[in-house]
């Protein structure tokens, strides 16, 4: 009978791509700061496995303040990766998760920073929402203030 191994081969096949349709959706965006303004506030959301890339440009010795405010506490947090590193190829440089909803400290390298908003699979699993203020702030090592486009 070959109904048995024509099932076993579908569910094998169904199997092999289920991963792939729960996939994350995610979207990139720039961080701009308006002319001599060294700071910027995002309001956004996300829902369910949504999360999203926030990129900016520093250079190396200048600080970096992430604040996320969530509206619902405990639902969306961040990570940061250095320059040339993503979510999925390396690990970042601070999870938010563990160690909070701020981040304030010196940069180690010129580049393109990648802060990543995200929720917990349990929130993203009950396709929850996520209304968050993102507050990003780049300094230079001295205090001055600068903006992204040094």
């Known amino acids: 009978m070959r109904f048995p191994g024509f099932f076993i081969t579908i569910l094998s096949a169904l199997l092999l791509i289920a991963p792939f349709a729960i996939a994350e959706d995610s979207r ?33 010795g200048q600080q970096i303040t992430v604040d996320l405010q969530a509206e619902n506490e405990h639902i969306a947090y961040f990570n940061i990766y250095p ?17 909070g909803s701020q981040f304030k400290g010196e940069l180690p390298e010129d580049g393109v920073y990648l802060i990543q908003v995200y929720q917990m699979r349990s929130a993203a699993r009950r396709n929850a929402m996520a209304k968050y203020k993102l507050t990003i702030t780049i300094k230079n090592h001295h205090t001055k203030e600068i903006s992204s486009d040094n």
């Open 28 to 60: 990139t965006a720039e961080v701009l700061f308006d002319e001599g303004a060294n700071s910027t506030t995002i309001t956004d959301q996300i829902a369910g496995y949504q999360n999203v890339h926030y990129t900016v440009r520093a250079r190396s």
């Open 83 to 99: 320059p040339g590193k993503a979510p999925g190829s390396a690990d970042a440089m601070y999870i938010g998760s563990i160690y």
